[in-house]
T-cell receptor
Framework: DAGVIQSPRHEVTEMGQEVTLRCKPI?????LFWYRQTMMRGLELLIY????????DSGMPEDRFSAKMPNASFSTLKIQPSEPRDSAVYFC??????????FGSGTRLTVV | AQTVTQSQPEMSVQEAETVTLSCTYD???????LFWYKQPPSRQMILVIR??????QNATENRFSVNFQKAAKSFSLKISDSQLGDTAMYFC??????????FGPGTRLSVLP
């Protein structure tokens, strides 16, 4: 099992540009989570999906952020337009019901 | 709402010594799960140990063990024979039945040679 796969590992973009982060969960896991980690705020849950359906997106900071899960093996987190304050490490995690998360390696986003 | 507290922002320990990281949580639920995650400088989040609330026996994984006190809502992590590779941020996490995780703010552990 390759684990949760995120891409890209690093992303540097200019303010105003669109950014798309990608995640492939572990096969058979029915829940997928997007987190953002910063020094100031720690780990913040942005959105999570159960069986490809968004359940709670209350953590999504603003309308500039959107997430999709078109099928059980793929999810995207999009920021449009990006701003410097979006700079953070973005983690994707997947899990089965009531078990621990398996995290991806994260995407370090820098918006200049 | 559930909350998770880690009262030690930073700790250090000498190599080969034992260290205990504290975690307390607040919940009204009876069935839940508790976890410790490790995040080394590589930033990868790694599951260290898991405890089901209905189990009285404390979980153990090699040099890592927990002291789970359900009535006190306490879930501390003990690392025995500390190694340099244990240097990392450690996050305590709570998961209610059928719910997503709540993470604590983390404890930064430094293992000193």
């Amino acid at each position: 099992d390759a684990g949760v796969i995120q891409s890209p590992r690093h992303e540097v973009t200019e303010m105003g540009q669109e950014v798309t982060l990608r995640c492939k969960p572990i096969s058979g896991h029915n829940s997928l989570f997007w987190y953002r980690q910063t020094m100031m705020r720690g780990l913040e849950l942005l959105i999570y999906f159960n069986n490809n359906v968004p359940i709670d997106d209350s953590g999504m900071p603003e309308d500039r952020f959107s997430a999709k899960m078109p099928n059980a093996s793929f999810s995207t987190l999009k920021i449009q337009p990006s701003e410097p304050r979006d700079s953070a490490v973005y983690f994707c995690a997947s899990s089965s019901v009531n078990y621990g998360y398996t995290f991806g390696s994260g995407t370090r986003l820098t918006v200049v | 709402a559930q909350t998770v507290t880690q009262s030690q922002p930073e700790m250090s320990v000498q190599e080969a010594e034992t260290v205990t990281l504290s975690c307390t949580y607040d919940t009204s639920e009876n069935n839940y799960y508790l976890f410790w995650y490790k995040q080394p400088p590589s930033r990868q989040m790694i599951l260290v140990i898991r405890q089901e609330a209905y189990k009285q026996q404390n979980a153990t994984e090699n040099r890592f063990s927990v002291n789970f006190q359900k009535a006190a809502k306490s879930f501390s992590l003990k690392i025995s024979d500390s190694q340099l590779g244990d240097t990392a941020m450690y996050f305590c996490a709570f998961r209610g039945y059928g719910q997503n995780f709540v993470f604590g703010p983390g404890t930064r552990l430094s293992v000193l040679p």
